[in-house]
DNA sequence: TTTCATTTGTACGTATGTATT
DNA sequence: TAATACATACGTACAAATGAA
C-alpha cells in the first residue's frame, strides 16, 4: 500500500480499510516511530477528508493487529516491536 | 445480572455495559439456545430503547467474549459450547 | 490553583449498500 | 416487490481525563 495514497470513495476497498492499509504503511516507513503518537482522530480527519467514524475504524483495525494501542484522553501511539 | 433488566441511563454503568450484562444473562437463562439465533440489532434497539450504536457495542462485547458470534446480513448467534 | 484546549469514549440520528427472506 | 438484517459512513453532541498555560 502506498503511504501516500488518498481515500477513493469509489473503490471498492470501503474507506477505513484504505485509510487502515495507509496508516500500516506510514508506521512501517517510519512517520511514527514505537512509543510515538500518531496523528489524533480529529487531524486524520481533517487530513483524509473522512468522517471521525471511518478515522476510529481503521485505527482499530490497526491496534486488533498489534501495531497500535490507544490510550484514553491521550492518544494513540505505535507498539514497541 | 438480572436478565430481566431494563437500561438505566441515569447508572455510572454505560447503556452498552449494561445491555451486554442482560444479554449474557439472557443467553445464560437459555432464551436462545446456542447455534440459534438471537434479536435483530433493530430488534434490541425497539426492546430496550437504545440507540444501535449501542446495541453493537454490547453485541461486540459477547462476541469478543465468545460468546456469541455474527453472520453478516443474517444476524447474531449464540455460539456453540 | 484554576482555566482551557485537546483527545478519546460514548450515544444518538440518518443514509446508503448488500444480501437474505 | 417488499421487508428484514447487518456493514459502513456521514453528522452532531456531550462526558471524562489529560496536560499546558
Chains 1, 2 share one sequence.
Not at 485505527?59 to 507498539?79: A, C, D, H
Amino acid at each position: 500500500m502506498d503511504p501516500d495514497a488518498k481515500i477513493d470513495f469509489e473503490a471498492s476497498l470501503y474507506p477505513y480499510q484504505q485509510l487502515a492499509g495507509i496508516l500500516r504503511a506510514r508506521v512501517a516507513r517510519g512517520d511514527w516511530k514505537p512509543g510515538k503518537i500518531i496523528p489524533s482522530e480529529s487531524r486524520l480527519v481533517q487530513e483524509y477528508g473522512i468522517s471521525r467514524d471511518t478515522a476510529r475504524r481503521a485505527i482499530r483495525v490497526l491496534v486488533e493487529e498489534g501495531l497500535l494501542f490507544t490510550v484514553p484522553q491521550r492518544g494513540t501511539f505505535v507498539r514497541e516491536r
